[in-house]
């Protein structure tokens, strides 16, 4: 059974860092692309970023680009998220989602909930 579990998050003033972590297991995920999103209360879930497992490419949405970096530890089977900058509306709650051949993400996390103060 895929099991994606998130942890890092917290509650941050504006302009400071928080990193992410999502530990993946249940199946290998050297197939599988590793995405981000995130959705605050009111709002559509959004895009945050994605890399691929075994090539490292990566993608991100355009309100986190230069500000935010996604990475793997394919040993660890985990995805990082590093927050920089960060902005009050970043708060949401954050989810690893991981997309293994089929086009879209089947398996998701329970959700990291992200709070930054202005």
């Known amino acids: 059974q895929v099991q994606l579990v998130e942890s890092g998050g917290g509650l941050v003033q504006a302009g400071g860092s928080l990193r992410l972590s999502c530990a993946a297991s249940?199946?290998?995920?050297?197939?599988?692309?590793m995405g981000w999103f995130r959705q605050a209360p009111g709002k559509e879930r959004q895009f945050v970023a994605h890399?691929?497992?075994?090539?490292?490419?990566?993608a991100y949405g355009d309100s986190v680009k230069g500000r935010f970096t996604i990475s793997r530890d394919n040993a660890e089977n985990t995805v990082y998220l590093q927050m920089n900058s960060l902005k009050p509306e970043d708060t949401a709650v954050y989810y690893c989602?991981?997309?293994?051949?089929?086009?879209?993400?089947?398996?998701w996390g329970q959700g990291t909930q992200v709070t930054v103060s202005s």
């Open positions: 989602a991981a997309s293994c051949g089929s086009g879209r993400y089947d398996h």
């Open positions: 249940g199946r290998t995920f050297t197939s599988c692309t």
């Open positions: 890399i691929t497992w075994s090539g490292g490419n990566t």
